[in-house]
Nanobody
Framework: VQLVESGGGLVQAGGSLTLSCAASGSIADINVMAWHRQTPGNQREKVAAISGTGATWYADSVNGRFIISRDNDKNMIHLRMSGLKPEDTAVYYC??????????WGQGTQVTVSS
């Protein structure tokens, strides 16, 4: 499965962005799809995940501001980000875990939030 992210960019604090991730194959059998982010010098952190049944998980730092969604028919996931803060600035990665481990990763898309 190849994953390609899109939708990143520059936004002012308080603004919104929607990231999208398109998969080259079917995601219907993928256990978990997720968004991670990484800033220079820091480890990659998971910010949101969605299971095949639609159950969602969010990091405390984004809970209430980000919404993850999954479209198995179009083989895509999205991350709607609202109330963006400068500390949300990072490269955002789409990832797929067919079983437990995130075996597939996209190339990342930059999100920059200006204060």
């Amino acid at each position: 499965v190849q994953l390609v992210e899109s939708g990143g960019g520059l936004v002012q604090a308080g603004g919104s962005l929607t990231l999208s991730c398109a998969a080259s194959g079917s995601i219907a059998d993928i256990n978990v799809m997720a968004w991670h982010r990484q800033t220079p010098g820091n480890q990659r952190e998971k910010v949101a995940a969605i299971s095949g049944t639609g159950a969602t998980w969010y990091a405390d730092s984004v809970n209430g501001r980000f919404i993850i969604s999954r479209d198995n028919d179009k083989n895509m996931i999205h991350l709607r980000m609202s109330g963006l803060k400068p500390e949300d600035t990072a490269v955002y990665y789409c990832a797929a875990a067919p079983q437990i481990a995130y075996d597939y990763w996209g190339q990342g898309t930059q999100v920059t939030v200006s204060s």
